[in-house]
């Protein structure tokens, strides 16, 4: 019978032991990156790998099947073809695994002989409990177990943090994992699910909307396996932290595209979208404006209203701030007079003559080695004024009195400060500090102003639920 009760997955994302089944010494082979990686990543765990030929692999004992592993294993991650799978998951179910990742290709996404096979993966592992990931996915990325799956090849910062993200695709994790963490995001797990044979995503939203150390929840979604329950945990989780879904299969060719990449059924992207708004989730329409949006949450502190105060040193930077806020339905008023005119005092003789002081301020030009107490100090006369700020800022992001005198301000008003280096390409470092520690970086206006508006539509929801 199906496994129905909602599984407790923190031996998922802190397992104490994994065997790698179709493990390898070569490290080109996925069972070979998998092993490779643990042992890189600094796994504190029994690694067991399963290879019936080899008696070591990387210097760690080598056993010719699961059930020859002496001890008790909570994960067990097959890289192995999809014909195999059945009678491998048969003897993870006797040796009563907890969890198996199915990294194997070839099941329901394929119709009906693959759907036949992935039926009798899964009989095999109700028999022992055994709880199944995938199959056709690409498993996980647990920086609090130093687990990683996902791009094993690669090193990534093992470093927990607030941001769970669960994706039908393996490309969106990849992508996550990598591009995510360069940007200064720091996840509390990611998750491949491929197929949803066993665990869904519901299944993940009730375990992250529950984690005490989870802050955001966001998803790449291609179809929904429980509808009913997603809305109804939706609207639970909402309430105490903001869900970010990026939803594939907009289009009939993107729908028809999902269906024969995860075994998805697409359903209506029109009556999806109205009902996640109603529960509170925030849409993303790309894999770069989900990342954007979990960088916004970065910030600790949602705007109270929609006034924005622009700080700009470049006039192109003021005239696409202000008409990216208009599109956006953000307000850019006048500073009141009293901020104009200290304004104006500060910055005498510290910056060439100013066209405008009122919002945007315009810097024009602030010198190098004035540049931090300038922004700073500007920013801590506006702050009061509005319920945001969001600055283009040549200044060096990456330095630590700039850093920690906009986390004092931000602390200060309670209110988020974005920031938008001037020249992105040169500021990849100060983008990923300054978006850890709170103060969130985008590459352009556009996107900051999509990120603040994402913070003012939690606002709203908040105080419209009562919360």
Not at 53 to 72: A, R, T
Request: net charge neutral; charged share 20%.
């Amino acid at each position: 019978m199906p496994q129905t009760a909602a599984p407790d997955l923190n031996h998922l994302f802190q397992p104490r032991s994994i065997a790698i089944i179709g493990a390898s010494q070569d490290e080109t082979k996925s069972g070979g990156m998998f092993v490779s990686s643990l042992l890189k990543d600094g796994y504190k765990g029994a690694i067991y790998p399963i290879n019936r030929k080899e008696p070591q692999i990387m210097s760690l004992k080598s056993y010719p099947s699961i059930l020859d592993v002496p001890g008790e294993i909570d994960m067990a991650v097959m890289a192995i073809p999809a014909p195999g799978v059945p009678q491998v998951m048969a003897e993870c179910a006797r040796k009563k695994v907890k969890f198996a990742v199915v990294h194997s290709v070839g099941f329901s996404e394929l119709g009906n002989g693959g759907r036949e096979l992935e039926t009798e993966v899964l009989q095999a592992a109700w028999h022992g409990g055994v709880r199944v990931v995938g199959p056709n996915c690409m498993g996980i990325f647990s920086p609090r177990g130093c687990v990683n799956t996902i791009v094993p090849y690669a090193r990534v910062p093992m470093e927990p943090g607030g941001i769970a993200f669960v994706g039908q695709s393996g490309w969106a994790c990849e992508n996550m994992t990598r591009l995510g963490s360069e940007r200064g995001l720091r996840f509390s797990g990611i998750i491949s699910i491929g197929n949803q044979s066993d665990l869904t995503i519901e299944d993940f939203l009730e375990f992250f909307g529950n984690d005490p150390q989870t802050a955001v929840f966001a998803a790449y979604i291609e179809g929904i396996k429980q509808p009913a329950r997603f809305l109804r945990l939706a609207a639970e989780v909402s309430k105490k932290k903001p869900i970010i879904v990026w939803k594939g299969g907009s289009s009939e060719l993107g729908a028809r595209a999902a269906a024969s990449h995860t075994a998805s059924l697409a359903g209506n992207y029109t009556l999806f979208q109205t009902a996640s708004r109603q529960k509170g989730i925030i849409p993303a329409h790309s894999l770069e404006e989900l990342i954007d949006l979990a960088a916004a949450f970065c910030s600790p502190y949602l705007p109270p209203g929609r006034e924005v105060g622009l700080l700009i040193e470049a006039g192109g930077g003021a005239v696409a701030s202000a008409d990216a806020c208009a599109h956006a339905g953000l307000r850019v008023s006048p500073l009141p007079e009293d901020v104009q005119q200290r304004l104006r005092h500060f910055l005498k003789d510290r910056i060439p003559p100013s066209p405008s002081l009122n919002n945007p301020v315009d810097l024009v030009w602030a010198p190098f080695d004035q540049a931090p107490l300038i922004y700073t100090t500007c920013l801590e006369m506006m702050a009061p004024a509005v319920d945001c700020c969001l600055t283009i800022c040549y200044a060096f992001i990456h330095d630590e009195w700039f850093l920690s005198r906009l986390e004092s301000i931000r602390d200060q008003v309670k209110k988020p400060i974005i920031v938008v280096p001037g020249n992105s390409i040169d500021q990849r470092q100060g983008m990923q500090l300054a978006t850890k520690r709170g103060i969130p970086a985008f590459a352009m206006p556009d996107n900051a102003v999509r990120g603040l508006a994402a913070l003012m539509q939690r606002a709203q929801y908040l105080k419209s639920s009562g919360c």
